[in-house]
Structures are given as C-alpha cells and as structure tokens.
C-alpha cells in the first residue's frame, strides 16, 4: 500500500477537508480507486495530476510563501515594474508599491523632481517612508487625495493575497489647487528640508498638473490597478502552494 495515498494524506498535501476529497474523488477529478468502502489515491498519479496544476519547469521552492517577510517572493517584480510604470505614463503621476511599513518594493515609476529631489535628503526621505506607512493604517472604501509633507497630493491603493492586507499602491506627485506654494511657505519648506529656496523653486514647477477630471481618472483606477497587482501576487501564491505539495509529495 505504499504506492498509495490516504485520504489524510492527502488532506496534508492540498489543505482541503476530508468531504472535498471525497467529492473530487467520486466525480473524476482526482485519481483515485476504492478498496472495500475506502478511497486510495495512487501516488505516482497524484504526483502528476498535481503538476499539470502548476507551471511547468518552474522552481520549487522549500517553504510555501504564506507571509509578510515573503513579500518581494510573491511580487514578479519585473512583471509588476512594467505594469506600474504604463499606468504611471498613462495617468501622468507617481507610481510605487510599498509595504505595510512605508518601505518600496518597486522602483517609484515618473516620479516628479520634487520627489527626486527630497529621496536625496535623509530627514525628507524618511518622513516620506513614515506617511506612507501612515497611509497604510488608512483604509477606506473610496480613495481620497490628502496632502504629503511636500504639500502635494497623493492617494493609495490597498492590495491583499487571499484575505490579508500585504503591501499598497501609491499614487503621488500630484500639485494641488493652490500651486507653486507662496514664498512665504517656499522659504519654510527650504529650511525644513535643508536645502536653498533656488532648489526648491526649481522642482517646485515640475510635478504633475491634473484637471478636476485627470484628479477623478485617478482616483477611480488606484484600487483597480492595486487589485491587478493583488491578483498576480494571489496566482503566485497559489503556484508556490501546488509547487510545495508537489516538493512534499515526493519526500513521502
């Protein structure tokens, strides 16, 4: 009977109970024959069914990815940067995934030269990273613009794998009604970023511009390209699952 799975076996290996099995079992879906009154699986068949669920020549990894420490393993980075830089060309503004903390995963995609400007500066760059991990904290049902340090507007989308919340989508470098900022305020910024009013003036004037309508565009494709990315992490997650249970299967 070694060449045979049981059914708890087999619950170990899927992550489903036993009425599942039993189901996919008695309507063809997974190999299977019946000794007596009980279900066995044969072990060679099940190792191939399982494979013609996942990607073919795709490497197995030694733990399936579950957590948040494995987020850059659940993000094709590649894949996910050319996604976000389109969009961010599309919609004429900043573009960034970030985790939980306010961290980057992704290269920010057109980002605006006042932003290009304060990632150059420690104490800018660092209260950056602590808004975006404010916003993190801030789900909402719609996306809202608020305003960063930097006076401009930014918004994000949250993205979850499965039912937990595992990074966002940041949108950013958007001026406000009211822009460039009055002297008075200019001059206040330079000092608070340690940086000459000239510099600041100069990248003052290359951030993105939007209409009220361009504003609303936005704000109606944040969550759908968050849910984009969301979706490719799930499938990813799922592939790494099926690719554990396969590396599992043929320890047994």
């Known amino acids: 009977m070694s060449d045979f799975l049981t059914t708890r076996q087999l619950q170990e290996i899927l992550h489903v109970d036993r009425t599942t099995i039993y189901r996919m079992a008695d309507r063809g879906r997974i190999p299977a024959v019946k000794v007596g009154s009980q279900w066995r699986f044969p072990r060679r068949s099940i190792e191939g069914w399982l494979k013609t669920q996942s990607a073919v020549g795709a490497t197995v990894p030694d733990v399936p990815v579950q957590n948040g420490d494995e987020l850059c393993k659940l993000l094709p980075l590649e894949c996910v940067q ?16 970030t ?24 104490a800018a760059q660092s209260r950056c990273r602590q808004e975006w991990a404010t916003l993190a904290n801030q789900p909402s049902l719609q996306p809202m613009f608020g305003r960063s340090h930097l006076g401009l507007l930014h918004t994000h989308g949250l993205i979850r794998v499965g039912s937990e919340l595992k990074a966002m989508l940041v949108v950013s470098g958007i001026a ?43 704000l109606g494709y944040v969550q759908r390209i968050a849910d984009i990315i969301a979706h490719i992490m799930n499938e990813r997650s799922v592939l790494f699952t099926k690719l554990h249970n396969i590396a599992e299967l043929t320890r047994m």
């Open 82 to 97: 050319r996604i976000q830089d389109a969009f961010a060309d599309m919609l004429g503004v900043m573009l960034v995934v």
């Open 99 to 122: 985790d939980l903390n306010g961290q980057p995963i992704t290269e920010p995609s057109n980002p605006c030269s006042l932003f290009a400007l304060a990632e150059r500066l420690p």
């Open 176 to 218: 406000p009604p009211a822009w460039p900022p009055s002297p008075t305020e200019l001059a206040r910024m330079a000092e608070s970023l340690n940086v000459t009013e000239r510099e600041l003036d100069g990248a003052m004037h290359k951030v993105f511009v939007l209409t009220n309508d361009q504003k609303q565009q936005v």
